[in-house]
């Protein structure tokens, strides 16, 4: 298949986006699901799988830590806000 671009070829996954990552995430695992790889390039691919699923992970962590709840006062203009998942 040809949706997953050579290990050279690939970019850093730090530099990737969210949606990048998701993207090249989801064609390696239509890739691995199709069974048309060898065993050395599925486990190349499945690396690199697992690498950007870190990558993922670490992403939403840090944008739901910059989430902020408005709490709203009687005049309703915000009145204060508090970390994400706080109130």
Request: proline share 4%.
């Given at each position: 298949m040809t949706d997953t671009p050579d290990t050279a070829d690939?970019?850093?996954i730090s530099s990737l986006s969210f949606e990048a990552a998701m993207g090249?995430?989801?064609?390696?695992?239509r890739h691995l699901e199709?069974?048309?790889v060898s065993l050395e390039k599925s486990v190349a691919l499945y690396e690199r799988g697992h690498a950007l699923r870190?990558?993922?992970?670490a992403r939403l962590a840090a944008a739901q830590a910059?989430?902020?709840q408005v709490s709203l006062g009687a005049d309703g203009q915000?009145?204060?806000t508090a970390p994400?998942?706080?109130g």
């Open positions: 690939t970019p850093a090249e995430l989801e064609s390696i695992v199709s069974g048309d870190a990558h993922c992970e910059r989430i902020e915000a009145a204060a994400f998942g706080e």
